[in-house]
């Protein structure tokens, strides 16, 4: 039933619904006045999401205690590898990993590793969280470094044990030495 007139062909009898009596018309029209409600603000707009402000200008002895509380840290020279350049040409960018020789076992495993730089206006640098699934106690990652020092690598088990290696790494300005 279609019919030509003169310039476009035309349906007779159909309508253009979904077949609940909704045109495309009314769609339209009521997807605009959501639209002016929401710019006018009489549209209430989800929550804002906001990063939580964590460390930043603290010290490395105030995030310590903040991320830890009063638990004594053990040596972990035996169980965990810190590979970090001693001297980074650019402290924006400097390679960090992290090996912690510990089985990974559902009784027993690697919680959180921690990276923190004792110089930076941030000092946690990095947080890892790992379940015993991941199989090995591992991580990587760039971090920036605003000043020559220690950097520290604190591996948390799931029985809350805390162990720490650190290092120190000098940061030079354009690969110098100096």
């Known amino acids: 039933m279609e019919e030509y007139d003169g310039r476009h062909s035309v349906m007779q009898g159909t309508s253009m619904t979904d077949g609940y009596g909704v045109t495309r018309r009314t769609v339209l029209i009521a997807l605009g006045t959501l639209g002016v409600a929401a710019a006018g603000g009489l549209v209430a707009a ?54 912690v020789d510990s089985p990974m076992m559902p009784t027993s495993w690697v919680k959180h590793i921690y990276v923190v730089a004792d110089k930076n206006r941030i000092p946690v640098v990095t947080r890892v969280t790992l379940a015993p699934e991941a199989g090995r106690a591992f991580m990587g990652a760039n971090i920036r470094l605003g000043e020559s020092g220690d950097v520290r690598a604190i591996v948390e088990q799931s029985d809350g044990t805390l162990l720490q290696v650190k290092r120190e790494v000098k940061v030079t300005v354009g690969g110098c030495g100096g």
């Open 46 to 99: 989800p929550g804002t999401a906001h990063g939580q402000v964590l460390g930043q200008n603290e010290s490395v002895e105030e995030a310590m205690k903040r991320l830890f509380g009063g638990k004594t840290i053990k040596d972990g020279s035996a169980a965990i590898k810190l590979d970090i350049p001693l001297i980074a040409e650019n402290g924006a960018v400097v390679p960090v990993f992290v090996t």
